[in-house]
């Protein structure tokens, strides 16, 4: 099918990258084949006409663009943005603990997961964990286990009679501890937990300080359907927008472009992106100014360069399923397999307005990719993405748009092939327009 290499290329995205920390890492190594220069905040910048580059904030965000050799004045900035963190677990900071024969880690919730989905998976651990080196300084690295370390297994139907009519319900507090092991009359379980992140890392026990560890889903992603028409993973919200962003930039053609294009990838959207690294924080508006102020951009240049410029807030959107009509509003359901949705929401949940709908709507038709208009129901609070938050910061007109997607929130959501390399190419008509 149209659009199966490219999803293929998602799912082995999605399974090299089973934490936000992980998936910038591997979307620095596909920067790096096509010879993106990592630049440092804390350096000064020179900035080559047609150079390419990329700036990483604390490890799980990361802006990655192309100096366009034309004023900034004249083009604008082209962005678009997505994050790169998805709602699930994360292990406490004292997460090991001893409970009627069975090690269990503690766990909290971030963002807002379907917890029951997080039931009878074979789950593991991957993030970064912050120690001291041989030489006294603080530092961090990646680690992630492969093997199946954790689990959370159901209540059997006959203590929980009324699940089916009901719902799974897992109190928060107290029903969420992962199993992690058996109790051997050894075992403390804090040092227990260490030995493990020290036989994972490499890195002394002792010398582990802190973590930022997120529990993932050691299934691999999937097509599914007669046609394979359809596929399912884990994270896809929001990782499937960032491998669409990154595809439409990473062409050659696209990458000599007079225009200056940034790819803007937040952690801590799931959360309201409010922290350094975040949408609502000031990583974006620093970036755009270091580069026009590398390039001898003036200040008023600059606010004229931001009123030219264009931001795409790509998430992913609610596809219709057929069994639960009644959540959907009627005249706005949105298909599977055709093609992105542009979605509304007139208090700003998402950025979009007439003139930016229209001008993604035009972006579609040059492409040749279908599309679709997306409207929550008015009786269900609607969710919201990074849109509204950078184009308020940095008055920068525009639009939220979408994959349709099934079970979001889910730990294994699942899209349709087609919408991928849909996304991909009106992605790439915005940056060469
Ligand atoms: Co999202």
Redesign the pocket.
């Given at each position: 099918m149209k659009g199966g290499q490219q999803v293929q290329g998602l799912l082995d995205f999605i399974d090299a990258s089973p934490s936000p920390w992980h998936a910038v890492k591997s979307i620095e190594a596909r920067l790096a084949a096509f010879q993106f220069i990592k630049l440092e905040e804390a350096d000064k910048w020179a900035l080559d006409a047609g150079g390419r580059y990329y700036v990483i904030r604390d490890d799980s965000s990361i802006i990655a663009f192309v100096a366009g050799p034309k004023s900034l004045v004249e083009t604008g900035f082209k962005i678009i943005g997505a994050?790169t963190d998805s709602p699930g677990l994360r292990v406490k900071p004292n997460a090991a603990n001893a409970m009627d024969g069975y090690l269990r880690l503690g766990v909290e919730i971030y963002g807002g997961p379907i917890l029951a989905t997080f039931t009878d998976r074979d789950l593991s651990l991957a993030g970064r964990i912050t120690y001291k080196n041989d030489q006294g300084t603080i530092t961090s690295t990646l680690i992630r286990f492969d093997n199946v370390l954790l689990r959370l297994p159901n209540l059997a139907i006959h203590m929980n009679r009324n699940v089916n009519e009901e719902g799974l319900k897992l109190n928060k507090q107290s029903e969420l501890p992962l199993i992690l092991s058996l109790l051997t009359q050894e075992q403390v379980p804090p040092s227990y937990f260490a030995s493990l992140l020290e036989k994972q890392s490499g890195i002394n026990a002792e010398c582990i300080l802190f973590w930022d560890l997120n529990i993932y889903d050691t299934q691999k992603g999937t097509f599914w359907g007669a046609e394979n028409e359809f596929y399912a993973d884990s994270q896809l919200?929001?990782l499937a927008s960032c491998h669409a962003a990154i595809e439409a930039l990473l062409d050659e053609l696209i990458l000599k472009s007079d225009s200056t294009l940034v790819c803007a990838l937040f952690d801590h959207?799931?959360v309201g992106s409010e922290s350094n690294k975040g949408a609502h924080g000031s990583f974006l508006p620093d970036i755009l100014q270091r580069i026009a102020l590398a390039n001898e951009t003036g200040r008023e240049d600059f606010a004229r360069a931001l009123a030219k410029s264009f931001i795409i807030s790509a998430?992913?959107a609610h596809a219709y399923q057929p069994n639960f009509p009644y959540a959907y509003d009627p005249d706005h359901k949105i298909i599977v397999n055709q093609g992105p949705a542009i979605k509304v929401n007139v208090s700003q949940r998402y950025s979009s307005e007439s003139v930016s709908e229209a001008m993604f709507a035009n972006w579609c038709e040059q492409a040749e990719v279908p599309y679709q208009r997306y409207s929550h129901r008015n009786d269900l609070p609607c969710g919201s993405?990074i849109g509204p938050i950078a184009s308020a910061k940095l008055g920068i007109r525009s639009v939220d748009v979408g994959n349709p997607l099934w079970a979001m929130h889910s730990i294994r959501e699942s899209a349709g092939v087609l919408d991928h390399n849909y996304m991909i190419r009106v992605m790439k008509r915005f940056f060469a327009g």
């Open positions: 994050h919200d929001n959207e799931e998430d992913m993405t």
